[in-house]
């Protein structure tokens, strides 16, 4: 069957979807232990997708029986390395298959437009798991240097039981790169998605089990953060947490693992990633046009979205004036129009959260130069305008605090080092760009950048092969790349002694 290319095509395939929202416990869709459940509700136009299992402690407990009981059995961590190959393998394959389902569920849980859900988000979330897969069976251990009658073997292991909870901004793909390499290596895994958006990570489980994955193996518990997230995180038989999500919650999950069994805990936290634009970038319409998909794609709810824009003082009106006019291309819009590139903010707390970010950034004497209005309220959903102010300073709140909406903060400079030195006046360091034409001066800011990605002269690239991850209070940790891997095994040095 064609892929849906308009509207209309693709509300017809949402009318008739239908959504499962248990858990996936053992190999098998259950409800919660208490039956609770609670309403997902879509931020295109405030329908109920679906009742959602709320999963609490008792089913927190459940899963961790059910996956260190097939860690212990070694059903998956025993098999052969390429056998765990072809089972994740298919696993991609199954994702590709089903793409217009599960771009369909990131788009009417989340808000994204279907176009990003299709073309970005599911493949993206295959890719993780097909290019993990593939390095399964190439990664070797070691032969430490040893005296001739000695032999030192360095080795890696699962670490076990691996929770991993994940954001609601992007969840398939979030998903994906903590399942993949946790699988990869051995671990039986507990995928907690987040509440506002479970539905493509609860469809993912069968599909896993489809593939091959045993029971117990992969399990998906839906529910809140303080319920279950939080039972996880203290629990005395996982082994290892990975998060992705805000450095609050971030701080508090290491303060869980330290008051339960200091289990490894790995976490990618929040950014306010700076945006470096000098009088010589080499191609301003270009540099504007990223400027705005940077802040603007995804409705802003990006980690590393660039939302603070430095500017050359020399260029800076010629810029914004740039990059007002890219905005046009991103106008809110009906995310299941493949047309839309700005869709829905993924639920009102949300929406609420940037309307009073807005008010702030008037407040503090910021210039409102674009947009600041929320829109399309008859749809009954929740959208709003991409925002620029500019004449920001970096004490300003809007400037130095994460919204997760598209807001943008403009901030001129002077020179190189004014730029670094206010590029660097963060909490965060997860993410940098530097646009100039000058090779010496584009290294030396970018080496000089507090930031787990540094990008010249484009934003947001990088694929699998690159590691992901941040600085300071960005978090911990690496996600992509083999790098990955050392987050899901421990080392192991056996020693021999030869007679």
């Given at each position: 069957?064609?892929?849906?290319?308009?509207?209309?095509?693709?509300?017809?395939?949402?009318?008739?979807?239908?959504?499962?929202?248990?858990?996936?416990?053992?190999?098998?869709?259950?409800?919660?232990?208490?039956?609770?459940?609670?309403?997902?509700?879509?931020?295109?136009?405030?329908?109920?997708?679906?009742?959602?299992?709320?999963?609490?402690?008792?089913?927190?407990?459940?899963?961790?029986?059910?996956?260190?009981?097939?860690?212990?059995?070694?059903?998956?961590?025993?098999?052969?390395?390429?056998?765990?190959?072809?089972?994740?393998?298919?696993?991609?394959?199954?994702?590709?298959?089903?793409?217009?389902?599960?771009?369909?569920?990131?788009?009417?849980?989340?808000?994204?437009?279907?176009?990003?859900?299709?073309?970005?988000?599911?493949?993206?979330?295959?890719?993780?798991?097909?290019?993990?897969?593939?390095?399964i069976d190439k990664v070797y251990g070691e032969l430490a240097a040893t005296p001739h009658d000695?032999?030192?073997?360095?080795?890696?292991?699962?670490?076990?039981?691996?929770?991993?909870?994940?954001?609601?901004?992007?969840?398939?793909?979030?998903?994906?790169?903590?399942?993949?390499?946790?699988?990869?290596?051995?671990?039986?895994?507990?995928?907690?998605?987040?509440?506002?958006?479970?539905?493509?990570?609860?469809?993912?489980?069968?599909?896993?089990?489809?593939?091959?994955?045993?029971?117990?193996?992969?399990?998906?518990?839906?529910?809140?953060?303080?319920?279950?997230?939080?039972?996880?995180?203290?629990?005395?038989?996982?082994?290892?947490?990975?998060?992705?999500?805000?450095?609050?919650?971030?701080?508090?999950?290491?303060?869980?693992?330290?008051?339960?069994?200091?289990?490894?805990?790995?976490?990618?936290?929040?950014?306010?990633?700076?945006?470096?634009?000098?009088?010589?970038?080499?191609?301003?319409?270009?540099?504007?046009?990223?400027?705005?998909?940077?802040?603007?794609?995804?409705?802003?709810?990006?980690?590393?979205?660039?939302?603070?824009?430095?500017?050359?003082?020399?260029?800076?009106?010629?810029?914004?004036?740039?990059?007002?006019?890219?905005?046009?291309?991103?106008?809110?819009?009906?995310?299941?129009?493949?047309?839309?590139?700005?869709?829905?903010?993924?639920?009102?707390?949300?929406?609420?959260?940037?309307?009073?970010?807005?008010?702030?950034?008037?407040?503090?004497?910021?210039?409102?130069?674009?947009?600041?209005?929320?829109?399309?309220?008859?749809?009954?959903?929740?959208?709003?305008?991409?925002?620029?102010?500019?004449?920001?300073?970096?004490?300003?709140?809007?400037?130095?605090?994460?919204?997760?909406?598209?807001?943008?903060?403009?901030?001129?400079?002077?020179?190189?080092?004014?730029?670094?030195?206010?590029?660097?006046?963060?909490?965060?360091?997860?993410?940098?760009?530097?646009?100039?034409?000058?090779?010496?001066?584009?290294?030396?800011?970018?080496?000089?950048?507090?930031?787990g990605s540094v990008w010249i002269n484009h934003y947001g690239g990088g694929d699998m092969t690159?590691?992901?991850?941040?600085?300071?209070?960005?978090?911990?940790?690496?996600?992509?790349?083999?790098?990955?891997?050392?987050?899901?095994?421990?080392?192991?040095?056996?020693?021999?002694?030869?007679?």
């Open positions: 069957m064609p892929i849906p290319d308009t509207r209309e095509q693709w509300q017809h395939l949402a009318d008739s979807l239908k959504i499962n929202g248990q858990a996936f416990i053992n190999g098998q869709y259950q409800s919660a232990s208490s039956g609770k459940t609670f309403t997902c509700i879509s931020p295109i136009d405030g329908r109920t997708l679906a009742e959602v299992a709320s999963c609490d402690a008792k089913d927190a407990d459940i899963a961790v029986v059910a996956a260190r009981q097939s860690f212990e059995r070694g059903t998956w961590r025993h098999l052969a390395p390429a056998r765990r190959k072809a089972v994740l393998m298919a696993f991609a394959d199954l994702i590709r298959q089903h793409q217009e389902e599960l771009a369909l569920l990131e788009c009417l849980d989340m808000g994204k437009p279907i176009s990003h859900a299709l073309t970005g988000d599911v493949p993206a979330c295959a890719r993780a798991i097909s290019w993990t897969a593939e390095a000695q032999i030192g073997m360095v080795s890696r292991e699962p670490v076990g039981v691996v929770a991993a909870i994940v954001p609601w901004n992007f969840p398939l793909i979030m998903a994906a790169w903590k399942v993949a390499p946790a699988l990869a290596t051995g671990n039986s895994v507990i995928l907690k998605p987040s509440e506002k958006s479970p539905l493509s990570a609860i469809r993912l489980a069968a599909l896993a089990q489809e593939a091959g994955i045993p029971d117990g193996v992969f399990n998906v518990l839906p529910g809140y953060g303080h319920t279950v997230g939080r039972a996880l995180a203290l629990h005395m038989d996982v082994d290892c947490l990975v998060f992705t999500g805000s450095t609050a919650v971030a701080k508090q999950l290491m303060i869980y693992a330290g008051q339960s069994n200091m289990k490894r805990v790995w976490l990618e936290a929040g950014g306010k990633s700076p945006n470096i634009v000098f009088a010589d970038a080499p191609d301003l319409p270009k540099a504007a046009a990223e400027a705005a998909s940077a802040f603007a794609y995804n409705q802003g709810e990006v980690c590393t979205a660039g939302t603070r824009l430095l500017v050359e003082e020399s260029i800076r009106a010629e810029f914004v004036g740039l990059v007002r006019e890219a905005l046009q291309q991103w106008k809110p819009g009906h995310p299941l129009d493949p047309s839309t590139t700005c869709g829905a903010i993924v639920d009102q707390q949300q929406l609420d959260r940037i309307i009073e970010y807005i008010g702030v950034g008037r407040d503090e004497g910021a210039e409102l130069v674009e947009g600041g209005q929320q829109v399309m309220q008859d749809s009954g959903g929740f959208f709003v305008q991409p925002t620029v102010f500019d004449k920001v300073n970096n004490g300003m709140r809007i400037a130095s605090e994460e919204i997760f909406g598209p807001v943008l903060a403009v901030i001129g400079f002077r020179t190189p080092e004014e730029a670094i030195a206010i590029a660097n006046d963060s909490v965060y360091g997860l993410a940098a760009a530097v646009w100039t034409s000058n090779i010496n001066v584009a290294h030396k800011t970018a080496k000089a950048l507090r930031a690159a590691p992901f991850g941040g600085f300071k209070q960005s978090g911990n940790g690496r996600d992509k790349s083999l790098h990955a891997f050392d987050k899901y095994t421990e080392l192991k040095a056996t020693w021999l002694m030869l007679e």
